[in-house]
């Protein structure tokens, strides 16, 4: 089993829909989670990071963090097609693990116009 | 802010010669830096961490003797890729964690090309 699970996608959607990117961890004990876009040919960026429970907004983006079912959500309002880009998650496990964050493979968003 | 910057950003150079990457954290200092490397379309790989002052840890399968990584400053880190060949080839970024942060802020990346 992967540390940090992501549907590979393509996910697709249309200009001004809601886009939701899931990711799945293993380590039970992972207290940072983060979200990152990549654009094609492009370093990642960060988008917004989480280390509670529940949701949190950051403008069109919201972070949802679920630890009871080890599961963590980025919601895009209002998509465009600047948005299409591939998203990775992002857990630190727990101290134990040393505090080497792992990186999902990622999920490609496009933004139909 | 937490600014990342690699020098250079591209590199094409002949197989066997030796190629240097710097990474460097801009406006703040990097007690941590990673070293990652990227095939197109395919995920991100860890290669190796970087703490200021200490030896490098490498990830398994990473060449040690072949990737050379120096931090030498908390604001520096660089990597050397020795003896490069054509499959050495590739997209390699680095990142750095702003002191006991666990966020880490990437720079814009090192295309190589290994002729």
């Known amino acids: 089993q992967k540390e940090v699970e992501q549907n590979s996608g393509p996910l697709s959607v249309p200009e001004g829909a809601i886009a939701s990117l899931n990711c799945t961890y293993s380590d039970r004990g992972s207290q940072s989670f983060f979200w990152y876009r990549q654009y094609s040919g492009k370093s990642p960026e960060l988008i917004m990071f989480?280390?509670?429970?529940g949701d949190k907004e950051d403008g069109r983006f919201t972070a949802q963090l679920n630890k009871a079912s080890q599961y963590v959500s980025l919601l895009i309002r209002d998509s465009q097609p600047s948005d299409s880009a591939t998203y990775l998650c992002a857990v630190t496990p727990s101290r134990a693990g040393g505090f080497k964050t792992i990186f999902g493979a990622g999920t490609r968003l496009f933004v139909k116009a | 802010g937490a600014v990342v910057s690699q020098h250079p950003s591209w590199v094409i150079c002949k197989s066997g010669t030796s190629v240097k990457i710097e990474c460097r954290s801009l406006?703040?200092?990097?007690?941590?830096m990673f070293w990652y490397r990227q095939f197109p379309k395919q995920s991100l790989m860890l290669m190796a961490t970087?703490?200021?002052?200490?030896?490098?840890?490498?990830e398994q399968g990473v060449e040690k003797d072949k990737f050379l990584i120096n931090h030498a400053s908390l604001t520096l880190s660089t990597l050397t890729v020795t003896s490069a060949h054509p499959e050495d080839s590739s997209f390699y970024i680095c990142?750095?964690?702003?002191?006991?942060?666990?966020?880490?802020?990437f720079g814009p990346g090192t295309r190589l090309l290994v002729l």
């Open positions: 989480i280390y509670s429970n």
């Open positions: 990142s750095a964690r702003k002191g006991q942060q666990e966020t880490q802020y």
């Open positions: 406006d703040f200092q990097a007690t941590t």
């Open positions: 970087s703490n200021e002052g200490s030896k490098a840890t490498y």
